[in-house]
Antibody, heavy 118, light 107 residues
Framework: EVQLVESGGGLVKPGGSLRLSCAASGFTFSSYSMNWVRQAPGKGLEWVSSISSSSSYIYYADSVKGRFTISRDNAKNSLYLQMNSLRAEDTAVYYC???????????WGQGTLVTVSS | DIQMTQSPSSVSASVGDRVTITCRASQGISSWLAWYQQKPGKAPKLLIYAASSLQSGVPSRFSGSGSGTDFTLTISSLQPEDFATYYCQQANSFPHTFGQGTKLEIK
């Protein structure tokens, strides 16, 4: 069974940093591109970042470029999102999601809440 | 960036009704479109990929169509568990933008 479990969310002050993790199981992690998607309270979905299976290709939303860094460790079946210079508008539930062959996101984690507030 | 616009933003319907949700891309995306269903407090669930392909395990009352810039998600006969918010997403180019969502409510 495919499972994605996010962790690392919490309360952080503006300007602070946080590192999210996504632990994958039930599939060959190293064969799939992965993404982070976020959802602010009461709002819609926002794509954040994407990383290819071997980390060769990385993309970011303009809203996080230069502040967030996506990475993965295929030996540990884990995906990461390093978030620096956090702002109030980064407050959201962050989901990791697996990419299937058509570039759709076929499996999602349960999400981890990041709250940026003083 | 490609903008995705869904309509309507919300719709009220009854069990058994046929419902259609539309998604329009600001430029052509071929068939690189997915549809997701999200219930409150839950992660999104993939329904349709490549514009018209049904994800494994998704009931056949869900269908997708379209290519280029105009796409539709149709639910042929609404069931109580279908009341949720639906999102389209383009996967033609980065950023992989989502539509704003369509909330399907019980009439």
């Amino acid at each position: 069974e495919v499972q994605l479990v996010e962790s690392g969310g919490g309360l952080v002050k503006p300007g602070g940093s946080l590192r999210l993790s996504c632990a994958a199981s039930g599939f060959t992690f190293s064969s799939y591109s992965m993404n982070w998607v976020r959802q602010a309270p009461g709002k819609g979905l926002e794509w954040v970042s994407s990383i290819s299976s071997s980390s060769s290709y990385i993309y970011y939303a303009d809203s996080v470029k230069g502040r967030f860094t996506i990475s993965r460790d295929n030996a540990k079946n884990s995906l990461y999102l390093q978030m620096n210079s956090l702002r109030a508008e980064d407050t959201a539930v962050y989901y990791c999601a697996r990419v299937r062959s058509s570039s759709a996101f076929d499996y999602w984690g349960q999400g981890t809440l990041v709250t940026v507030s003083s | 960036d490609i903008q995705m616009t869904q309509s309507p933003s919300s719709v009220s319907a009854s069990v058994g009704d046929r419902v259609t949700i539309t998604c329009r891309a600001s430029q052509g995306i071929s068939s690189w479109l997915a549809w997701y269903q999200q219930k409150p407090g839950k992660a999104p669930k993939l329904l349709i990929y490549a514009a018209s392909s049904l994800q494994s395990g998704v009931p056949s009352r869900f269908s997708g169509s379209g290519s280029g810039t105009d796409f539709t998600l149709t639910i042929s006969s609404l069931q109580p568990e279908d009341f949720a918010t639906y999102y389209c997403q383009q996967a033609n180019s980065f950023p992989h933008t989502f539509g704003q969502g369509t909330k399907l409510e019980i009439k």
